[in-house]
């Protein structure tokens, strides 16, 4: 079936460290999102990103629809930049919106 | 109040009650969304209505029911639930489900407790 996979599950960085995270998806899509789930739950939007590159402070993402991934950048990390981080794409074959199962980031001080 | 909001925040149900988590949205959005997080699962889809018209139901028990009864507001029914329903439950609202752009935006979430 369609499939959202993120890459890596798990991922624990020193407080200042770079870091990438990859969403790659099985078949075309026509929305990708990004988000950051905070401790308590709530999802945070990162990015809007069906194609091209964006950036925002520290952050950064680009998805290259063509070959199916999106990558997000988190620049000099800091312990805040702890918590889940998910990519969710909609379909283009059947409009379905699929999460991935998230990345869990651990920032150390 | 801004964005998306959820009630309660918590709550905790025996099998045999009854209750409903409510969403609403001040974003002026026509879709809004229902999904279920469990430990260790990815986000499921569960819901959907696009200007007040369910278009998507992903195979849910019958014993969560859904209603709009307006495009800003969303409720989740439930009865006689199961202790694996336990969950995250959260609402989220978009532009239009099928528009070209669907950005969509989240509440804090029902954190669901079936005892």
């Known amino acids: 079936g369609i499939q959202v996979e993120q890459s890596p599950p798990d991922l624990i960085l020193q407080e200042g460290a770079n870091s990438t995270l990859r969403c790659n998806f099985s078949?075309?899509?026509?929305?990708l999102q990004w988000f950051h789930q905070n401790p308590w739950g709530q999802l945070i939007n990162l990015f809007y990103?069906?194609?091209g590159t964006k950036q925002n402070g520290r952050l950064s993402a680009t998805t290259v629809a063509t070959e199916r991934y999106s990558l997000l950048y988190i620049s000099s990390s800091q312990t805040t930049d702890s918590g889940v981080y998910f990519c969710?794409?909609?379909?283009?074959?059947?409009?379905?919106?699929?999460f991935g199962k998230g990345t869990r980031l651990h920032i150390l001080p | 109040e801004t964005g998306v909001t959820q009630t309660p925040r918590h709550l905790v149900m025996g099998m045999t009650n009854k209750k409903s988590l409510k969403c609403e949205q001040h974003?002026?959005?026509?879709?809004m969304y229902w999904y279920k997080q469990s430990a260790k699962k990815p986000l499921e889809l569960m819901f959907v209505?696009?200007?007040?018209?369910?278009?998507e139901n992903n195979s849910v028990p019958s014993r969560f029911s859904p209603e709009c009864p307006n495009s800003s507001h969303l409720f989740l029914h439930l009865h006689t639930l199961q202790p694996e329903d336990s969950a995250l439950y959260l609402c989220?609202?978009?532009?239009?489900?099928?528009?070209?752009?669907?950005?969509?935006?989240f509440g804090p979430g029902t954190r669901l407790t079936v005892l």
């Open positions: 989220a609202s978009s532009q239009d489900r099928y528009a070209t752009y669907n950005e969509q935006f």
């Open positions: 078949d075309s899509v026509n929305n």
């Open positions: 990103i069906p194609s």
């Open positions: 969710a794409a909609r379909m283009n074959r059947d409009d379905k919106i699929i």
């Open positions: 974003l002026g959005h026509n879709a």
């Open positions: 209505y696009n200007f007040k018209e369910q278009t």
